[in-house]
């Protein structure tokens, strides 16, 4: 199996450790870490590395967004086929589910990863899944939509017989 990418956008160097560290012990040789920390930053990377990000993992405080939806948002809109999943050391249920039905493939706290490393995890391993059945599930949906424009073409005069 191959190593997937992780981008880890964060600003604070004992949060970023921490991550790190649980990753290479929950999920040792599954996924290698890059760690960035600003969207700028962040941005460099995956221009340079696009086919090379799998998952980014986004702490919601940059020094160089406005607040936490502005950092979804601009990363969201930056790398609209990368899934991400929004780090934070805020407890806001609201939030949360705000930034994942605008897309976020999931959300997770800090602090817990302290008490239950094994939650960051399945989170990465469930957003990695999640997104990849969507992504075949979206194809699937492209290919039945082709399928039907043919379809109306051909019934519409549209069709030829080749030889």
């Not at 990368?82 to 959300?107: C, K, N, Q, Y």
Request: one cysteine or more; hydrophobic letters at 40%.
């Amino acid at each position: 199996m191959t190593k997937q990418k992780i981008l880890l956008v964060e600003d604070s160097p004992e949060d970023a450790d921490l991550v790190c560290r649980t990753i290479d012990n929950q999920l040792p040789c599954q996924f290698d870490v890059t760690h960035k920390k600003t969207i700028a930053e962040a941005e460099a990377h995956i221009k340079a590395h696009k086919d090379d990000v799998n998952i980014i993992l986004l702490d919601l405080g940059l020094p160089d967004t406005k607040n936490g939806r502005d950092t979804f948002a601009h990363m969201k809109e930056y790398a609209p086929k990368i899934p991400i999943v929004v780090l934070t050391g805020m407890e806001d249920h609201e939030l949360a589910v705000s930034l994942v039905r605008a897309g976020a493939e999931d959300f997770i706290n800090k602090g817990l990863i302290h008490k239950n490393p094994e939650l960051l995890r399945n989170v990465l391993e469930f957003a990695s899944c999640r997104h990849e059945l969507m992504g075949d599930v979206h194809k699937k949906h492209q290919e039945a939509i082709n399928e039907k424009d043919e379809v109306i073409a051909w019934m519409n005069g549209g069709y030829s017989i080749k030889r």
